[in-house]
Nanobody, 120 residues
Framework: QVQLVESGGGLVQPGGSLRLSCAASGNIYSIHTMAWYRQRPGKQRELVAAVTSGGTTNYADSVTGRFAISRDNAKNTVYLQMNSLEPEDTAVYYC??????????????WGQGTQVTVSS
């Protein structure tokens, strides 16, 4: 099986920073895209940032210039550096990976989510 385990969420004041991490493990052959989504209270889940195996990135307009996504292919880990956090960034953040597994035909995997709260 495949597991995505997130860490790094928490409570931060407006203007502060947090770094999220997500490590993929299990029967993984290759990982194409790793991404972060978030679900704000009362809203649908939305893409925050994504990075391909080749390093191509894309960001939601609302986080461009404040957030940075990166990945360590050797560790099957993706990071999200979040700076200049705003109360509107409060959400549950989910890690997502599009990958090939040796154990299942599924290609789309999700982490359990980590809460980020921006409040004074």
């Amino acid at each position: 099986q495949v597991q995505l385990v997130e860490s790094g969420g928490g409570l931060v004041q407006p203007g502060g920073s947090l770094r999220l991490s997500c490590a993929a493990s299990g029967n993984i052959y290759s990982i194409h895209t790793m991404a972060w989504y978030r679900q704000r209270p009362g809203k649908q889940r939305e893409l925050v940032a994504a990075v391909t195996s080749g390093g191509t990135t894309n960001y939601a307009d609302s986080v461009t210039g404040r957030f940075a996504i990166s990945r360590d292919n050797a560790k099957n880990t993706v990071y999200l550096q979040m700076n200049s956090l705003e109360p509107e960034d409060t959400a549950v953040y989910y890690c997502n990976a599009i990958l090939l597994s040796t154990a299942t035909p599924s290609v789309d995997f999700w982490g359990q989510g980590t809460q980020v709260t921006v409040s004074s």
